[in-house]
Each structure stands twice: as C-alpha cells, then as structure tokens.
C-alpha cells in the first residue's frame, strides 16, 4: 500500500513536530533491555521484543505497568506490598536502568538525516515532542544525530511534571505557539495511535510512520491524515 493522501492534493506543511521514539529513533533495544533488567529484579521472567514494542507510546509509567500487569497477582503473593507499591518499585527500578542505558543501541531510522537537512533547506521549522523523560529526550537526540541535532529540532520537548502527556493537546499547543506557528501549517509526525491522536486533539495534521513500534494495520485503524512507509515521503508534503 502506498502514502495516503500525499499525492491527492497540493499540502505544504512548514512546521514539522516529530514524535521521538520509532519515528525519529529506533530505541526499543534500550527499551527492552530496561525493563527486562526492571523484570528481573522483580523475579520475573524476560519478555520479548514484540510484547515490549506494543507496550511503548504513553510514557514510562504506562510503559511499566503494562510491562509487570500480567503478573500483578504474582507480585502482590510474595508480599511485595500492594498495587501501588508494586508500579512504585518497578518504575524505580525501570528508570534506573533505563537513566543507564537509554541510548543504548540507539540509531535514526534509514533516510532521515538526509530528509531533515533537506527539510531545513526548504525552510521548514522542525521540533521534537515525545513522551519520554524530558532530560532523555536531549540525551537520545545528541546520541542519534550528534551535536546536529540542536540544528535540527528548535525545539526539543519531553515529560515534565508541570504538562500532561500526550495525547493530552497540552505541550503540543504549548511548542506550536512557541514556534509562532499556525496549526494550518504545521503536521505531527508520529508512530502511534498516541501521536494521531494529539494532532487530532489540537487540530493539525498527522502523519503515521508504519517502520516504527506500530503495524501499519494498527495505524489505518486509528485514520491519521497520512500514511508513508519511508522518510522520503515526508517530503512530499513539503514546500519546495
């Protein structure tokens, strides 16, 4: 199946807000490897890379509960304490593996460097919007794409305390208007249902990546604006 919509009419984003995790960069190594390691001090048993692919896109809490939720009962016989305390452990014990091995493995997606550099040419404003721990954010993005990648993103954006997750419209509404950019003209490139959804949550287009932490069955179902199957396509859509 090709991109949906790219070719169909004449769109030209000039304003383009990058999801991070399976759009920018493949981290599900670094993923995987953390809550294994979180699994492991729990007694629990490793599970594997699809299980945690699926589970990735709402934030490291979600990514922690999903991870242990199957055996909650488990957790809770051996006395660790109750639910709560248990998501309290494990988030712990993730983020202190993951603080130690979030870039590990790390790499962007074939093609993007190469579309991003073309996309500056063209006068686009790129930013980056993710869910992950805002200091990660950073430290993934220098990891990737080197000291470029403050060239690349004028604005690089993860979790803090003080704005909810997406795909609450918040922090999206936030970078827009910091980057003085109207919604007509910008588009969030995304993995995820969770990316598809904030665009439609603030009002601006999406556009769904299918070589990231999502099938491209699961991306039809959540109907983004836009559907492309490599980082070329992204400029289709931009003014030349």
């Given amino acids: 199946m090709t991109s949906q919509r790219l070719n169909s009419e004449a769109l ?7 999801d991070l995790d399976g759009t920018l960069v493949d981290s599900l190594f670094a993923l995987h490897r953390s809550v294994n390691l979180m699994r492991s001090e729990l007694g629990l048993e490793a599970i594997s890379l699809d299980h945690c692919r699926r589970y990735v896109g709402n934030g490291a ?4 509960e999903r991870a242990i939720a199957k055996d909650l009962d488990r957790l809770l016989e ?3 304490g ?8 494990a988030y712990a014990s993730y983020m202190r593996h993951f603080s130690e091995h979030a870039t590990d493995g790390l790499r962007p997606y074939p093609g993007l460097i190469s579309v991003l550099d073309e996309l500056l040419s063209r006068g686009c404003t790129l930013a980056c919007l993710s869910n992950k721990p805002d200091p990660l954010v950073h430290e993934s993005l220098l990891a990737a794409f080197g000291e470029a990648a403050q060239r690349y993103f004028q604005i690089q954006r993860g979790a803090r305390s003080d ?10 509404l936030e970078l827009l208007e910091a980057l ?19 665009a ?6 999406s556009i769904a990546c299918t070589w990231g932490f999502r099938s491209q069955e699961e991306l ?7 559907l492309i199957h490599s980082a070329e396509e992204i400029l289709t859509c931009a003014p030349n």
């Fill in 12 to 18: 030209s984003y000039r304003t383009y807000i990058f």
């Fill in 61 to 64: 809490v979600k990514l922690v």
């Fill in 78 to 80: 051996r006395g660790l």
């Fill in 82 to 89: 109750n639910e709560a305390r248990i998501h309290d452990l």
């Fill in 163 to 172: 704005s909810p997750l997406k795909p609450d419209p918040t922090a999206l």
């Fill in 180 to 198: 003085n950019s109207p919604h007509n003209a910008a588009v969030l490139v995304g993995d995820s249902e969770v990316d598809i959804e904030t």
């Fill in 200 to 205: 439609r949550n603030v009002g601006i287009d």
């Fill in 220 to 226: 039809e179902q959540c109907a983004p604006i836009h």
